[in-house]
T-cell receptor
Framework: EAGVTQFPSHSVIEKGQTVTLRCDPISGHDNLYWYRRVMGKEIKFLLHFVKESKQDESGMPNNRFLAERTGGTYSTLKVQPAELEDSGVYFC????????????FGPGTRLTVT | GQSLEQPSEVTAVEGAIVQINCTYQTSGFYGLSWYQQHDGGAPTFLSYNALDGLEETGRFSSFLSRSDSYGYLLLQELQMKDSASYFCAVSGFGNYGQNFVFGPGTRLSVLP
């Protein structure tokens, strides 16, 4: 069974540019989560999809961040326009059931905004 | 909301036993999970406690006391490969239903 995949693995962009991160969850996992880890600090929750619906987006920092999950399969996270403080590692995770405590994480996308 | 506290760093030698504590505050609680993350890697699930007591999985054990809002991860027979960050995470109930909040992480360094 393939794990959670994320693309790209690294992205370096300039302040003001746009970047789109992609996450492919494990097949059959309805629940998809986005997290961010900044400068080795805690893993901060961004949002949670159940299939194509946003269950909880309370962790999204501001309206420069837009997440979508069309068709309930892969998800994208767009940052537009990017700011310096958006730098960090963005992780995607998926789980099979809504109450799952075991989430499967992707390798992350390291975003650097210069 | 939820908040969690963990020690920022722990150092131990190979073969030793180390305990990483986690205290939490949450509105609504389902359980406490532990994840391991090596530098540059993805967090990987280690264990989960929904009920009070000790759960053992090989060299790793996890404990929960719901009345004390406290848990710990116990690592035995430490190996160099155990050097990593360890996160506790609470499954709780937020404004939008069940949510999942990570602690700040504890960096474990295992010395030869």
């Amino acid at each position: 069974e393939a794990g959670v995949t994320q693309f790209p693995s690294h992205s370096v962009i300039e302040k003001g540019q746009t970047v789109t991160l992609r996450c492919d969850p494990i097949s059959g996992h309805d629940n998809l989560y986005w997290y961010r880890r900044v400068m080795g600090k805690e893993i901060k929750f961004l949002l949670h999809f159940v299939k194509e619906s946003k269950q909880d987006e309370s962790g999204m920092p501001n309206n420069r961040f837009l997440a979508e999950r069309t068709g309930g399969t892969y998800s994208t996270l767009k940052v537009q326009p990017a700011e310096l403080e958006d730098s960090g590692v963005y992780f995607c995770a998926s789980s099979q059931s809504f109450s799952a405590y075991e989430q499967y994480f992707g390798p992350g996308t390291r975003l650097t905004v210069t | 909301g939820q908040s969690l506290e963990q020690p920022s760093e722990v150092t131990a030698v190979e073969g030793a036993i180390v305990q990483i504590n986690c205290t939490y505050q949450t509105s609504g609680f389902y359980g406490l999970s532990w994840y391991q993350q090596h530098d540059g890697g993805a967090p990987t699930f280690l264990s989960y406690n929904a009920l009070d007591g000790l759960e053992e999985t090989g060299r790793f054990s996890s404990f929960l006391s719901r009345s004390d809002s406290y848990g710990y991860l116990l690592l035995q027979e430490l190996q160099m490969k155990d050097s990593a960050s360890y996160f506790c995470a609470v499954s709780g109930f937020g404004n939008y239903g069940q949510n999942f909040v990570f602690g700040p992480g504890t960096r474990l360094s295992v010395l030869p």
